[in-house]
């Protein structure tokens, strides 16, 4: 039979209270958390909070929990890895753990096997080490990158970020020689283009606007992209976007680094989202699931492209054994049937919340790929006007009713769990939303 979640104090509860407290008293205050959520365990897609309440979780740690809380594998292999070596450094020594992964991943990533890979701790780490080495190579100091895109918050990956203004401000200058276009969101076309045209006006923007004014395309390195952006709201580009960039890219000899930190490791229903395109990025960058919530980043290309020298960058716990042990059991669950179920799941998911758009009008648009699925809420169908306050209703009553989700940008409601989520959990997630969005 399938849990059900179990609220049994008021939220949050009396030992919860204590630790929010010190929480308030002790940590940073910069982060995000809307509602109070003090988690002591988790197994597969429920955790439990420090007062004994159950929550089904549809957020999986920010898209991170590929296999669930605490698998029983990963907790298997990472205890005896922990018991074997936790720590050496990869930047001046040499382990299997880290070999035997960064094999695996130049074999699964997109395009031929001749592939190396760095590797970092997280996702702004992957992506940093991607545009250092597309401007080592190319020697050129120009990136083009997408309004809406989130790549981290470390200065390079902040610079090539635009999802908030609050994840910049007061923090310039930033890294210069960036320049942000439009992501072709189809919901929402930017300057109320058709969004059958949408692909051509950003390709015509790009080419005659600002590769003549601002960026001369001879001095760009890289075009960096999120296949689907996540932070920005889960947008879905139409399907000759990608294909068409590379075209450009391929004209001017620009990389395209592909920021797959949110839509990797199978989430989509494919290994990488950018196999839906059809194309072949010149670097891919990973992190979040990789590695069943161990820290871990690494960004992936050719052997031809990452051949810089010894010394240029390297990081004294990327890659640390535990969280390699952990990634590689993490890739063997995914071929052995999560990237199907993701699928699967996934397109059932989509198409039961698609059916609540005809109950409820504030549901402007439901879209995604696989287990990545927003639902994006809007004043009304007509006017298309962001609801972010009913949105972060509907989140935070949620939660009260046990039931886990996140937002993604300033309207949508983010559907991100584990991989190895049932239709049986979908169906219990689903009767709660049902339930919430009806007593708004
Ligand atoms: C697409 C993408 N890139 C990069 C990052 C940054 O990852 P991290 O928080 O591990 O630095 C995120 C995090 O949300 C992301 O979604």
């Known amino acids: 039979m399938t849990l059900k979640p179990e609220i049994k104090t ?17 940590i940073s205050p910069s982060y995000t958390r809307s509602y109070p959520a003090v ?29 669930g809380h605490c698998h029983p594998e990963i ?20 382990y299997p753990y880290q070999i035997e992964l960064a094999e695996k991943l130049a074999e699964i990533a997109p395009g031929a ?20 080495l597309a401007r080592f190579k190319t020697r050129r100091p120009y990136f083009i990158a997408f309004l809406g895109a989130f790549h981290g918050r470390t200065f390079g990956s902040m610079s090539i970020s635009a999802s908030k203004a609050i994840h910049r401000r007061y923090f310039a200058p930033l890294v210069p020689q960036i320049f942000h276009i439009p992501y072709p969101n189809p919901y929402r076309p930017f300057l109320g283009v058709a969004p059958e045209k949408l692909t051509d006006a950003i390709i015509d923007y ?3 606007y600002i590769f003549t004014t601002i960026a001369p395309p001879e001095e760009v390195a890289a075009f960096v992209f999120e296949p689907i952006q996540g932070e920005g709201g889960y947008i879905v580009p139409p399907a000759d976007f990608f294909p068409k960039l590379k075209q450009i890219a391929e004209k001017y000899d620009i990389l395209l680094i ?100 005809d109950e409820f009008e504030f549901i402007g648009d439901v879209r995604g790929l696989g287990l990545m699925v927003g639902v994006e809420i809007v004043k009304d169908r007509t006017s298309k006007k962001p609801d972010p306050s009913l949105r972060n209703k509907i989140v935070d009553n949620a939660f009260y009713k046990g039931l886990i989700l996140l937002g993604a940008g300033p309207n949508t409601v983010r559907w991100c769990p584990a991989l190895t989520v049932t239709k049986e959990e979908i169906n219990v997630a689903l009767e709660i939303f049902r339930e919430v969005l009806k007593n708004l």
């Open 39 to 67: 988690i002591e365990r988790g197994e597969g897609v429920w955790v439990y909070d420090v007062d004994g309440n159950r929550f089904l979780d549809m957020a999986a740690g920010i898209a991170v929990l590929t296999t």
């Open 113 to 132: 096997k001749n592939k190396r890979v760095f590797f970092a701790n997280s996702g702004t780490e992957a992506n940093e080490a991607a545009l250092k």
């Open 10 to 26: 008021s939220l949050p509860g009396p030992k919860a209270q204590e630790l929010l407290k010190k929480d308030e008293e002790f």
């Open 75 to 94: 907790v298997k292999a990472v205890q005896e890895q922990a018991a074997k070596l936790i720590h050496m450094s990869g930047t001046d020594f040499y």
């Open 258 to 357: 592909d920021d797959e930190v949110q839509t990797g490791m199978g989430r989509t229903g494919r290994m990488f989202a950018i196999e839906y395109f059809g194309i072949i990025p010149d670097i891919v960058t990973v992190a979040k699931g990789i590695a069943s919530g161990f820290p871990l980043g690494a960004a992936i290309a050719r052997k031809s492209l990452m051949d810089w020298e010894s010394g240029t960058h390297a990081s004294t716990f990327g890659g640390n054994p535990v969280s390699c042990v952990a990634a590689l059991k993490t890739i063997e669950l995914l071929e052995k049937g999560l990237v199907e179920n993701a699928r699967e799941v996934g397109t059932y998911l989509k198409a039961e919340l698609t059916k609540l758009m």
């Open 206 to 208: 790009l080419e005659n």
